[in-house]
């Protein structure tokens, strides 16, 4: 976790330069380098074609101090851990129809334990429209361009699993996150015993990446 006090500046974007040739060693491109605030730190953030990866940026050296001092960690996500991408905004009660715009929201799935996922958010502040807008389209280019990721799927619930809870845990906690990732959803509540065999022989699959 960040710690340290809130910063107010944050700065301009900053497009990473052409891929030299001769630096073909180099174990990955960046993309994008900006300065976004994480969780009350001023980072300088670099966008790379595999992983997000941002390091707290130091105070300036003091008199006497040495270059040690100015390193910080580095941290990384894999940007196959994003499943979502949204630009974050502030509504006003007082202004229907007016928000401030404050940075983009990912919204990031980890494998937490074995055939359990774990869904959580990462906000990178920044109030520049242009700044973020140029990120907000490269993070969306990039997740489009996993291809393996489903774009729709046909849910069978039977009502009688996980203590015949299954169909309000679906709606309650599964289907917002599947709307968050754009997968569109066919859901149908089975009635009895053998139903989704049916449904299976009955149903037009062609349409769908899965079913559930």
Known sequence: MFRGRRRSRVG??????????????EPERVLLR????????????ALGERALRWR????????????????SKEESLELEDIFSVKLKRRCW????????????????????????????????????????????????????GFTSRPKALKILLNPQSHR????????????????LAGIETDVTITEYEGHALSLLDECELRGFDGIY
């Open 34 to 45: 900006g300065i976004f605030e994480i969780r009350r730190e001023s980072c300088d953030v």
């Open 93 to 144: 009660a007082k202004h229907p129809g007016r928000d401030t715009l404050l940075g983009i929201t990912l919204f990031i799935c980890l494998k937490e334990q074995r055939n359990k996922l774990k869904d959580s958010t990462l906000d990178l502040i920044n109030f520049s429209e242009d700044h973020c807008d140029i990120w907000f389209r490269q993070f969306k280019k990039i997740l489009d």
């Open 164 to 179: 015949k809870e299954s169909v309000h845990v679906y709606y309650e906690k599964v289907e917002p996150l599947l709307k």
């Open 12 to 25: 301009a974007l900053e497009e990473a330069p052409p891929e030299n040739p001769k630096a073909a060693a």
């Open 56 to 71: 707290r940026i130091q105070p300036e050296l003091p008199a006497g101090g040495t270059r040690h001092d100015l390193l």
